[in-house]
């Protein structure tokens, strides 16, 4: 099933230390509304079945943000907006902004929080915002980012203390996460699968993932193209019949790093997104692993 992550624009009202989006360039990009809900529409005959309003804060552009939810409930597509709750100052404000996306059809909203977030944004906001969405009926949960340090988890009690419907989300260190301190990992030999969610920027680039948009510039590895260049249907067929982009959701990472040769011990040491850049950031290792897709790696076993 087809389904992006939609940048409207990369302006925000924050400036987490840990945001991915932070790689996006320019900063305040933002796509001409005519020029969105054409996009959408296209998608629509394209068989895209979801549509995540993401990059910057989506609902500094309110308005805009409710027409293209709008054409995407007319051609039934699920959507999602994904927002720091920076509008639910009090509840007024709240119920107001929660009433007037479910009005134009939003189907579920995601709530972004960490530690980092609250710099900028009272965590109240997302406990209001999460009470309007209960009250009026609107399906939401808090992404909860953390590193699963011990600092997070009066975060994750606060969370809990309000019975709000969360989920942790791991930290990516991309962006202005990668100056951020890394906690070693310690995981078992799992096999970092991912399912790699298209990411349309506002410039009209697309990208076969929306956490890493515009890293891997040494290999380009992540990048479909230019919707000025190529058509919306082009770009999803080139990530679909991409054989390393379907490996990583069907083998995963880990099974490649060990083709690659790397060492048990070696791969445990790494998170998913960092695996995923060592593997396929890298010429060498792109080209050995480019050539294996079309032979022996689909079969391969560790
Ligand atoms: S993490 Fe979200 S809220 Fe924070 S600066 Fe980035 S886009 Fe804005
Ligand atoms: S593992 Fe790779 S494709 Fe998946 S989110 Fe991380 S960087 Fe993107």
Same mark, same amino acid.
């Given at each position: 099933?087809?389904?992006?992550?939609?940048?409207?624009?990369?302006?925000?009202?924050?400036?987490?230390?840990?945001?991915?989006?932070?790689?996006?360039?320019?900063?305040?990009?933002?796509?001409?509304?005519?020029?969105?809900?054409?996009?959408?529409?296209?998608?629509?005959?394209?068989?895209?079945?979801?549509?995540?309003?993401?990059?910057?804060?989506?609902?500094?552009?309110?308005?805009?943000?409710?027409?293209?939810?709008?054409?995407?409930?007319?051609?039934?597509?699920?959507?999602?907006?994904?927002?720091?709750?920076?509008?639910?100052?009090?509840?007024?404000?709240?119920?107001?902004?929660?009433?007037?996306?479910?009005?134009?059809?939003?189907?579920?909203?995601?709530?972004?929080?960490?530690?980092?977030?609250?710099?900028?944004?009272?965590?109240?906001?997302?406990?209001?915002?999460?009470?309007?969405?209960?009250?009026?009926?609107?399906?939401? %949960?808090?992404?909860?980012?953390?590193?699963?340090?011990? +600092?997070? #988890? /009066?975060?994750? =009690?606060?969370?809990?203390? *309000?019975? &709000?419907?969360?989920?942790?989300?791991?930290?990516?260190?991309?962006?202005?996460?990668?100056?951020?301190?890394?906690?070693?990992?310690?995981?078992?030999?799992?096999?970092?699968?991912?399912?790699?969610?298209?990411?349309?920027?506002?410039?009209?680039?697309?990208?076969?993932?929306?956490?890493?948009?515009?890293?891997?510039?040494?290999?380009? %590895?992540?990048?479909?193209?230019?919707?000025?260049?190529? +058509?919306? #249907? /082009?770009?999803? =067929?080139?990530?679909?019949? *991409?054989? &390393?982009?379907?490996?990583?959701?069907?083998?995963?990472?880990?099974?490649?790093?060990?083709?690659?040769?790397?060492?048990?011990?070696?791969?445990?040491?790494?998170?998913?997104?960092?695996?995923?850049?060592?593997?396929?950031?890298?010429?060498?290792?792109?080209?050995?692993?480019?050539?294996?897709?079309?032979?022996?790696?689909?079969?391969?076993?560790?």
């Amino acid at each position: 099933m087809r389904n992006i992550a939609f940048g409207y624009s990369t302006q925000c009202n924050a400036r987490c230390g840990h945001c991915v989006a932070a790689d996006a360039s320019p900063a305040t990009a933002k796509m001409d509304l005519a020029r969105a809900s054409a996009i959408i529409r296209e998608m629509a005959r394209c068989e895209v079945k979801g549509i995540s309003f993401t990059a910057g804060e989506p609902l500094l552009f309110l308005n805009d943000i409710c027409q293209l939810i709008r054409i995407c409930r007319k051609n039934g597509i699920y959507t999602r907006v994904v927002t720091n709750g920076y509008w639910a100052r009090s509840r007024e404000s709240s119920d107001r902004v929660i009433a007037e996306l479910i009005a134009n059809g939003l189907s579920q909203l995601r709530l972004s929080f960490s530690r980092w977030h609250q710099q900028y944004i009272s965590r109240d906001n997302i406990v209001r915002a999460a009470a309007s969405c209960k009250h009026q009926g609107l399906d939401y %949960f808090v992404s909860f980012i953390t590193d699963f340090s011990k +600092t997070d #988890d /009066a975060c994750e =009690q606060f969370l809990r203390q *309000h019975h &709000l419907k969360f989920f942790p989300e791991p930290l990516i260190y991309f962006g202005r996460a990668g100056e951020l301190e890394r906690p070693p990992v310690s995981t078992d030999y799992r096999p970092n699968l991912c399912p790699m969610n298209p990411y349309l920027s506002p410039t009209l680039d697309m990208f076969a993932c929306c956490d890493a948009a515009h890293r891997f510039s040494t290999t380009g %590895f992540l990048y479909l193209g230019n919707l000025g260049r190529d +058509t919306i #249907d /082009a770009l999803f =067929q080139k990530n679909e019949n *991409h054989a &390393l982009h379907q490996l990583i959701k069907t083998m995963g990472l880990t099974s490649m790093a060990s083709y690659l040769g790397l060492k048990a011990r070696e791969i445990v040491q790494y998170r998913k997104c960092e695996l995923c850049e060592k593997l396929f950031n890298s010429r060498e290792n792109l080209k050995i692993l480019t050539d294996a897709a079309a032979s022996d790696l689909p079969g391969w076993r560790r």
